[in-house]
């Protein structure tokens, strides 16, 4: 490790004559060195440090570091888009850095969330300078995986995320009046407006919205000029994941369609990256390392070093131990069954799951109703999307008379799980539109139900059919003595919104207008199919 020189603040000009503001990091040591580049939107100062170490201890290790302001956010010129500008910004700013004194012409990338966008709209060109990039936490398909998820709007992330930006670029414009009921929104955000998914504050300060409206209203143009086809992309990729971070369903898409990845999945939310998510400490080796391996990266593509990470790390839960692979596991799929006597919502005993279907016609073609009330719907906790992410004890939800609940019998052997499991019901509604919610949960001997994965999905057709809920990507190790449980409900609010039950979209839909809605779920045809990891394909690199 070296020195590093006090930061300088440099400035670059787009072609358009838009100037952009950087600060720069140089090792206090003579020669010439590689650009480790981060271009991202909340203040350059901030340097996503909620996750990453200071630019300081990138510098040195030999690396000139360049955290940039995207335009028309922090002193950067110009007005802000979401996204709009980053392909061409993201790569003039590459050359930019790859020109900078004492460089010695390659540049890498790092960041996670919109600063991992970044890194991929600036390579889709693929700059010459750029070698390596370390894309984290990320969703390149915006409608699919950030934006909406199966069809239902995941509300909770993108409103919170909307009030900030918004917040933001008041600050900027030096309204002090729009900035504070803004900030105030923010602490407590709004989710009883008359329209509870487009809240009053939003539509007041809409010229301060750098996307929300957009997203509510849901265009298919728009959706393909800011999304990204990662297959084109050839250049080295190294993937950063949690299990609970709300854009893990587009970091592991992404990684299977990158020509050249590696992939480091932690036991983490969006942030911070630490030992301990939501109730559950995971240990110290949960801890992020995620640093020194960017380190090990770029010391790879950037200065010719033996590279010595495994290709795919992951953290398995439960067990609290690293995995290592080659490639992505391929697991042996099983199959679970539901049944039940049409009483899954009123006793947690009454649901089941079996790996075998009944031969009792009886048996296999049970109704399990539940009734969704607007005025109480299923809260959200935990998984994903809600606020704090992670796991939590949920008994007090499966209680609840509109979730059913189907639990296997307690494991006779430790099961590994690891991708994505999917959830099929068939189901059926007396309402235009509703909602389904899947999550699965650890039932502990002692009777504590600890979540671990879950989907969710926005249907607007009310007659019988069958609905695939992939969930949340996991890997995780289910100990000998505990059970697997099954919970569905229809709704996970504020995670996502409250289906109105008359087929009007979030945006559209008045809360006066919400409805009961009837859902009932068809046991016959109704299953999970959980992704089994041998422990022989278990290594120790």
Known sequence: MVKVIPKQTVSMY??????????????????????????????????????????????????IVVIQDVRGRGTSEGEFKLFENEISDGVETVHWAANLPRSNGKVGMYGFSYQGMTQLYAALDRPEPLKAICPAMLAPDLYKDWAYENGAFCLFANLGWAIQLAAETARLKGDETAFLELSRAAKNVPLSDRIPARPEILQKYAHYDAYYQD????SD??????????????IPMLYIGGWFDTYMRGTLRSYFSSQQAHLIVGAWAHLPWGRKVGAVDYGADAASFCDRAQVRWFDHWLKDQELILPPVQLFEMGSNQW???????????????LNSTGLASMDEQDGGLRSHRFENAFENHQIDVIVHDPWRPVPALGGHLAYPCGSFERSHIDARSDVLTYTTAPLEADLHLVGEMIVELCASSDSPSFDLCAVLSEVKPSGSVMNFSQGYLSSNNSELQAYRIPLQPICICIPKGSAIRLSVSGACFPAYPVNAGTGAKPGEASAIDFQLITIMIHTEGSKVLLNMNSIENFASL
């Open 215 to 218: 997203w509510l209203d849901c």
């Open 221 to 234: 143009a728009y959706w393909q000029k800011l999304s990204i086809d990662v297959s084109s992309i050839d």
């Open 323 to 337: 995995r290592f692979y080659s490639e992505f596991p391929k697991a042996d799929q099983t199959i679970l069954h």
């Open 14 to 63: 787009t072609r358009d004559r838009i100037r952009l503001d950087a600060d720069v990091y140089y090792p206090g040591a003579e020669g010439t060195f590689p650009v480790l580049l981060m271009r991202q939107p909340y203040g350059r100062s901030i340097a996503s440090t909620v996750v990453y170490a200071h630019p300081i201890w990138y510098a040195s290790h030999g690396y």
